[in-house]
């Protein structure tokens, strides 16, 4: 673990996170790996999402580390009236409960902001302000919603995706409207409410078709049924069931593939002259290859194909990740002490700076570890 984040850009900020779940947090993470203070209100016998089980077992490890932990009730006058003394020593609140539970609280921004103009305050939600705005959300409903499962699955078939993307990728949103609050707040001394939102996010992911839609005309087909660009863009089953993803996308990727498969007669043949012309015939090239590709094993082609310079990917599952040789070797993946004693590696931010990973800095927080260091604070600030 790194203990020093004095180097990390974000030291000395100081955020008070009100999350569950997964986007939420990940904001909250993001901004703590970046050297913030970010302070987890848990409810009496922490949060829920520690105790997941199945598909959700992970979420907890996953997202909160870098944080400490505080328990409050803030169904409580007595937890309120805590939560709210101590967002006064905060710069920023993130928050991702129902629409209206803040209000009803009297914790949301509108409240805040008349006593604390500099606070910037984060609402995960699954709706921007809109006709939508106070249905509750999921993952899986805005991918439905919005475009994602249809272009995922086939036809007749919508699949969502493999991962929480939506609620990952809004906490990185939310993330992101912190940083630019923070810039703004240099200039006019004054914090902002900042809104990031499931449906939203899901709706950007699928823009691109929506763009093919408005410049053709024509609606876009789920992914699995498109029209290639390319001739050969297709996962390959090889020797001993063993699947790999190859894409030639060039003329000359095209004849280097053929090389590598010691197969260049395809090469000379009229109907595969030029990319156009094996579009034109792709189920058969497909075909053609897929024979071919059969006597391979991958342990032997995919050297060969590096080599060559042709992009390919084996198809990998994520308890293969665990042993990637690029991860860890790039340092994409660290050693945490869990809240229970024990250690668990964790895939880290994907990005550098100057060169470094923001990496683990403190233990996963137990339930209520920091209640004293923080509480305690407050009250001899108060005195």
Not at 32 to 43: F, Q, R, T, Y
Not at 128 to 136: D, F, H, I, Q, S
Not at 292 to 303: G, N, S, V
Request: contains cysteine.
């Amino acid at each position: 673990m790194t203990p020093d984040s004095s180097a990390l850009p974000l030291t000395g900020l100081r955020v008070l996170e009100f999350t569950h779940m997964v986007m939420g947090p990940t904001c909250g993470m993001i901004l703590a790996d970046l050297g913030a203070e970010v302070i987890k209100i848990e409810p009496p016998g922490g949060d829920k999402t520690r105790r997941l089980p199945g598909l959700g077992i992970g979420f907890f490890r996953s997202f909160n580390r870098n944080k400490k932990s505080v328990v409050l009730d803030i169904t409580t006058e007595a937890g309120r009236q805590t939560a709210a003394e101590l967002i006064g020593t905060c710069d920023v609140v993130l928050e991702n409960f129902r629409p209206g539970l803040m209000q009803e609280l009297g914790l949301d921004y509108a409240t805040l902001s008349a006593r604390h103009p500099g606070l910037i305050y984060v609402s995960h939600k699954g709706f921007l302000p809109g006709p939508y705005e106070k249905r509750l959300a999921l993952d899986e409903v805005v991918q439905m919603m919005g475009g994602l499962s249809y272009m995922t699955g086939p036809v007749g078939r919508p699949l969502r995706a493999g991962t929480s993307v939506n609620d990952i990728m809004g906490g990185m949103f939310g993330a992101i409207g912190v940083l630019a609050a923070l810039r703004e707040r240099e200039r006019t001394g004054r914090g902002q409410e900042v809104q990031s939102a499931l449906f939203e996010n899901c709706v950007f992911l699928s823009s691109q078709h929506m763009q093919q839609y408005l410049m053709t005309g024509e609606a876009p087909p789920p992914m699995p049924s498109r029209v290639s660009a390319w001739s050969v863009y297709d996962v390959f089953t090889l020797a001993g069931g063993e699947q790999l993803f190859i894409g030639a996308v060039s003329d000359k990727q095209f004849a280097t593939l053929c090389r590598v498969l010691d197969c260049p007669a395809l090469t000379l043949r009229p109907e595969y002259v030029d990319n156009a012309a094996r579009v034109a015939v792709r189920p058969q090239l497909l075909a053609e290859l897929g024979v071919i590709l059969a006597d391979h094993r991958l342990d032997e082609l995919a050297p060969r194909l590096e080599a060559a310079g042709i992009p390919y990917a084996p198809i990998a599952r994520p308890e293969q990740l665990v042993d990637d040789p690029h991860l860890r070797q790039s340092g994409g993946l660290a050693p945490m002490v869990t809240d229970d004693g024990g250690t668990t590696d964790v895939v880290l931010l994907p990005l550098t700076l100057g060169g470094r990973r923001p990496g683990v800095r403190m233990p996963l927080p137990r339930v209520g570890e920091h209640s004293e260091e923080i509480l305690s604070a407050l009250k001899a600030t108060a005195a």
